[in-house]
């Protein structure tokens, strides 16, 4: 279980730190580094960029939420975990089928939630 908490947790914090380089950071210079994006492409995606930083703020209030109700109900905390969680592995692939020059990407964002989606299925396992 504290293995899960703690992909859980991970997947969370990165997803905030997107929604920080996508939403409100997005222009700044170092973030174009980190994406390897020209300024003019920076520029041209702002739009774009906010709209994605959201999404995973979202999905990261959604792994926080199911953090907080764990202790009063498994089954909706591992449900809102799986559901979010596979969302997350998904977009990863999506990325990786995309920019597939962009792997540290597709790890970060990709692989805590699927170790946390391991960890849920072997506890579900162990536990029925």
Do not use: D
């Amino acid at each position: 279980m504290k293995m899960i908490k703690i992909f859980a947790a991970l997947s969370a914090l990165i997803h905030v730190l997107f929604f920080c380089l996508e939403s409100l950071l997005w222009t700044n210079p170092k973030v174009q580094k980190v994406f390897g994006q020209s300024a003019e492409t920076i520029e041209s995606t702002q739009l774009l960029a906010f709209n994605q930083g959201f999404y995973n703020l979202f999905f990261a209030l959604g792994i926080i939420a199911a953090l907080v109700v764990m202790k009063k109900n498994e089954t909706i905390a591992f449900t809102l975990l799986a559901y979010i969680g596979s969302c997350m592995v998904a977009a990863a692939l999506v990325l990786l089928y995309s920019a597939p020059h962009m792997i540290t990407g597709v790890l970060g964002q990709g692989l805590p939630p699927a170790l946390m989606l391991v960890g849920i299925t072997l506890y579900c396992r162990k536990n029925t």
